[in-house]
């Protein structure tokens, strides 16, 4: 059993690829943009953006740690912004006994990341564009990443095609 964190920056490819792992290995995808943006829709809830962001992680948590206290591999499709959702990742692993894996979607491209932030069918949650590279290189340093774990991170300015086979060795290897 794995669960299995993803990392990434807007339309870098995290859902695509948990999507296509989760096809593969029968893991349950938890994707933060559809919880955060169940919340933002909610007539009834009247907050700031930041408060419903924590509110969307902690229903998150709850849902992977059911998951996998069920024996379920979980896929956590977010980006890493921190330290503590890597700590809460390790600490539920352990607790249940999964495997814990990490995967970065890299894609340092300004010009694809905003062809594929306005091409995709936008969730209220989600980012339109990103406005400068500047922009860009800021929130990709922002991810965080297990310091003293494997992790593997993918190019995904290449087709899908190029990389699965790796991301999945990576998942089943212990």
């Known amino acids: 059993m794995f669960f299995l964190q993803m990392s990434g920056f807007s339309g870098s490819g995290k859902s695509t690829l948990a999507r296509v792992i989760?096809?593969?290995?029968?893991a349950l995808v938890i994707d933060h943009d559809i919880v955060k943006t169940a919340l933002?829709?909610?007539v009834e809830f009247d907050s700031d953006e930041k408060s419903i962001g924590k509110i969307a992680y902690h229903i998150e948590w709850s849902l992977i740690e059911f998951h996998l206290a069920n024996d379920k591999e979980v896929i956590l499709d977010s980006p890493c912004l921190y330290s503590e959702m890597i700590e809460k990742g390790l600490d539920l692993s352990e607790k249940y006994e999964a495997r814990y894996k990490y995967v970065e979607c890299m894609l340092n491209d300004f010009e694809e990341i905003n062809r594929r932030l306005t091409k995709r069918q936008r969730k209220l949650s989600q980012i339109e564009h990103v406005e400068s590279e500047v922009k860009l290189r800021k929130g990709i340093a922002k991810s965080k990443?297990?310091?003293?774990?494997?992790?593997?991170?993918?190019?995904?300015?290449?087709p899908l095609k190029h990389y699965i086979d790796k991301v999945?060795?990576?998942i089943k290897a212990i």
């Open 22 to 26: 989760a096809k593969n290995t029968g």
């Open 40 to 42: 933002l829709e909610s």
């Open 145 to 158: 990443k297990p310091d003293a774990l494997q992790y593997i991170s993918v190019n995904t300015s290449n």
């Open 168 to 170: 999945m060795d990576y």
